[in-house]
């Protein structure tokens, strides 16, 4: 029978042989298996864990990288002459969580929090995230700015906030999808009037959603239930193990993996799922290989569903499938890291956010902080993030151009920066995903 089950944002696809075609022949030693699952991200490797811990099914994952994890990617990044460290080419967060690991109540706490807690993954803990601006260290004209040493910023920051409450509030009689965040900051009585304003504005929304308040329909994106749900902080993930981030990826499929019922084909990217015959589901990769079975399982992300549906399922997708997944909307995130000689900046700070534009266009905001104690010591590393418009205009630049913008925004602030050992800019086209926002219209790509 025929079964095909979809959700969004992240759309997963259920597969088995429709009872209403010709049989496909399959060859004596081709094994077909009970259920292929197609993808070894967080999904994948948690479908497979469940059946293999639940079942005797034959179940086997193909994976189109050289590891597990999916968007959750580390990698390498530093010089001899500093050292090296591992970062996170995709996931790095965990937002909505409990300043505390409270075994008593798991099911009350963020899953991925749960994890965190049962596994150890180290972290900076980031009190606040965007349902918090108070605290802020805004650094403009080469100045640094913290609501205790202006009052003029910390006003400010009491009217994001109260604006914010207020847009929130909105939710509860808006139903229009086209009324944007900040037409409802608008209507509170908030708008941002300089760049200081736009620091602000940008933590409340730009820096969840990845899009700009006038791009961001209102109540797709609030009330944020992972902040309201589990709890208003984050979790900036920097784990030095194996597997960085990815590590209770790892932990979830262990058992499976030591008990020899784990297979799994990395370096396998599907490039086609027939499941138009009776007997079996064929996938084929990239490089000519077939796999067969009875069920399939499609753990992709959205982004890549998006952009290869209409080649990769024969048949093809269901058409309400198919128009759900074209209006997906993404958007623009990217992750620039330098690493220099020495710590230069106040180590003291977890994150500065930038608030002057340095005479171009667009903004480079927050600056994370790698070397502080609490996060990756020794690695004299910043973390840069750009999001919306600004981050796609960026992708367009070579890893110099990037480079050299980056640089120019710091010396602006901060005239005696040094020259950077190293550099790495992870861009929204090396790394095809889905980071699903609540667009008005515009859709991007991650």
Known sequence: ??????????????????????????????????????????????????????????????????????????????????????IERGANWIQGMSPTCDPRNPARQNPMWNFQCEYGMKGMYVPGSEQEVRGLHVVFNGTLLTNTSDKHLAEREDDTMRAYACAERLTESINDTTVSVQDALNKCGWEAKDDIDDVLQWKVSDSDFAAAASDSSLILSLPDASYTEFGPDDWLVVDQNEYGFSKFVHKIIEPAKAAGKLQLELDTNVTEIDYSHTETIKVVSADGRQFHAKQVIVTFSAGVLRHHHRSMF??????????????????????????????????????????????????????????????????????????????????RLSDSELQSVAMERLKCNYPEVPSIVVSFCFLASDFLSCFHIGTLSRCGRL
């Open 1 to 86: 029978m025929h079964r095909l089950a979809c959700a969004l944002p992240l759309l997963g696809v259920f597969l088995g042989a429709p009872a209403c075609s010709g049989a496909e022949h399959v060859a004596v030693n081709e094994t077909v298996h009970d259920v292929l699952i197609l993808g070894a991200g967080l999904a994948g490797v948690s479908a497979a864990a469940y059946l293999l811990n639940n079942s005797d099914l034959d179940v086997m994952i193909l994976e189109a990288d050289s590891m597990i994890g999916g968007r959750v990617h580390p990698i390498k990044f530093g010089s001899d002459e500093v050292g090296h460290v591992t």
């Open 314 to 395: 024969k048949p093809s997708l269901d058409p309400i499938q198919s128009a759900a997944l074209e209006a997906v909307p993404m958007a623009n995130f990217t992750k620039i890291w330098l690493q220099f000689p020495k710590v230069w900046w106040p180590d003291e700070y977890k994150c500065v956010l930038l608030a002057d534009t340095c005479g171009q266009d667009g903004k480079i905001i927050p600056w994370h902080n790698l070397a502080h104690p609490s996060a990756i010591p020794g690695s004299n590393a910043l973390l840069a993030i750009v999001t919306g418009e600004y981050a796609g205009m960026l992708d």
